[in-house]
């Protein structure tokens, strides 16, 4: 799968936008600001690395409770060290010192900066992954995660990848949901039966624990998230029905299929969508 969209100039140029630097920088240029958003203990920091993949470009999170000295920072990003240094420079204007790093999810627009910004800061980096950690303690559903009265719970989201998170900030009722849950637009999915259930677990918990606001990984922030994720779940299940359709019609391939389901999306996004179909194919298979 990963041939067959590099095979795809479009996507290719994608790819090395996302990862910021030189070419998210000339993807950016001409751009009007965007405006994220944020809480009372989250302000984002937008990576440079626009793309069909990114949106607007990553957003890391720098989380910190009123007047403490410490913060968190979530997914610091691509290996950009110009959005690494703007990271640690806003928190530094905060008065704030990075004491932990955390990630959603190991894909190279979230964490590929993780070990250099660690090197700035000298601040572990926690993730599910052991791949992706530096230091000793990694992240698993239900650990909290306490910095000077911040209080982030962890909760297993897999789907878009296997070590997928999503970080409860329990001041401010809002979840920082890395991929899972965008500001725009839908995610890749590798795994539609984790997905599916990650979506009606967060759906869930936004009426328990009253989630006032999603913190997505890309895009802005989404200020109703029960509707967000109603959206969401309701779009999976048509796409589910419509990849049903184009199977019993004849498509056999991934390919195939999203020639029939995505004829009206962009045609540089049909790589990217050959994977999650992949996802809802296997769904399909295994029932």
């Known amino acids: 799968m990963a041939?067959?969209?590099?095979?795809?100039?479009?996507?290719?140029?994608?790819?090395?936008?996302?990862?910021?630097?030189?070419?998210?920088?000339?993807?950016a240029r001409g751009r009007a600001p965007v405006e994220i958003g944020g809480t009372e203990r989250a302000v984002s920091v937008l990576a440079r690395n626009p793309s069909p993949m990114t949106l607007d470009g990553t957003n890391t999170w720098i989380l910190a409770e009123p007047g403490s000295r410490r913060c968190v920072v979530v997914d610091p990003g691509p290996n950009d060290a110009r959005h690494l240094k703007r990271v640690v420079k806003e928190a530094a204007a905060r008065d704030l010192t990075v004491a932990e790093v955390l990630l959603t999810h190991?894909?190279?627009?979230?964490?590929?900066?993780?070990?250099?910004?660690?090197?700035?800061?000298g601040a572990p980096v926690r993730a599910l992954d052991p791949a992706h950690r530096l230091g000793s303690e990694g992240l698993a559903e239900g650990d909290v995660v306490?910095?000077?009265?911040l209080e982030i719970r962890v909760w297993g989201t897999p789907g878009h990848t296997d070590d997928s998170l999503s970080?409860?900030?329990?001041?401010?009722?809002?979840?920082?949901?890395?991929?899972?849950v965008l500001g725009y637009g839908t995610t890749i999915v590798s795994s539609l039966g984790d997905y599916l259930d990650s979506l009606d677990r967060l759906r869930a918990y936004t009426d328990e624990v009253g989630i006032a606001a999603i913190l997505p990984g890309h895009g802005p922030v989404v200020a109703k998230p029960a509707e967000a994720l109603d959206g969401y779940i309701t779009h999976r299940r048509a796409r589910l029905t419509q990849i049903e359709a184009a199977l019993a019609a004849g498509a056999t391939t991934p390919r195939e299929v999203v020639e029939i389901v995505y004829a009206d999306v962009d045609r540089s996004l049909w790589p990217a969508a050959e994977w999650s179909v992949q996802a809802q194919m296997e769904y399909?298979?295994?029932r």
Do not use: N, W, Y
């Not at 795809?8 to 993807?27: D, Q």
């Not at 190991?106 to 800061?121: E, P, S, V, Y």
């Not at 809002?174 to 899972?180: I, N, R, Y």
């Open 167 to 180: 970080f409860f900030l329990a001041g401010d009722h809002a979840v920082l949901t890395g991929d899972t």
């Open 3 to 27: 041939r067959k969209f590099l095979s795809e100039p479009s996507a290719a140029l994608g790819i090395l936008a996302s990862r910021g630097g030189v070419f998210g920088a000339l993807a």
């Open 146 to 149: 306490e910095v000077d009265g």
């Open 106 to 121: 190991g894909h190279h627009d979230h964490a590929a900066g993780a070990k250099r910004f660690a090197a700035l800061t």
């Open 284 to 286: 399909l298979a295994s």
